[in-house]
């Protein structure tokens, strides 16, 4: 059975830190892409970051570019995301994604974590 399990979400004040981390069974972690999506109230999902876990290149979508840093951990078969300086525009559900092929979309993942809340306090 194919799990992807969110944790280290939560309640932070604006310019704090988190770091999420997403555990992983069921599929062959290094022949996937892995990634980190958010969806606000109201809003569509939208990608912040992919990673290879077979070869390491990662993705970020451009908005996303110098305050989070996606890494793995491929004997633990899991992939964290750490978020610095936070805003409260930040604050979303934050999602785990899979996919086989080489992709960072929000609709064109193969697997879906249930998700991790993240709230930013101004």
């Known amino acids: 059975e194919v799990q992807l399990v969110e944790s280290g979400g939560g309640l932070v004040q604006t310019g704090g830190s988190l770091r999420l981390s997403c555990a992983t069974t069921g599929f062959p972690f290094d022949d996937y892409v892995i990634g980190w999506f958010r969806q606000a109230p109201g809003k569509e999902r939208e990608a912040i970051s992919c990673i290879s876990a077979g070869d390491g290149i990662t993705y970020y979508a451009d908005s996303m570019k110098g305050r989070f840093t996606i890494s793995s951990d491929n004997a633990k078969n899991m992939v964290s995301l750490q978020m610095n300086s936070l805003k409260s525009e930040d604050t979303a559900v934050y999602f785990c994604?899979?996919?086989?092929?080489?992709?960072?979309?929000?609709?064109?993942?193969?697997?879906w974590g249930k998700g991790t809340q993240v709230t930013v306090s101004s």
């Open positions: 994604g899979a996919a086989v092929e080489r992709r960072c979309q929000p609709n064109g993942m193969d697997y």
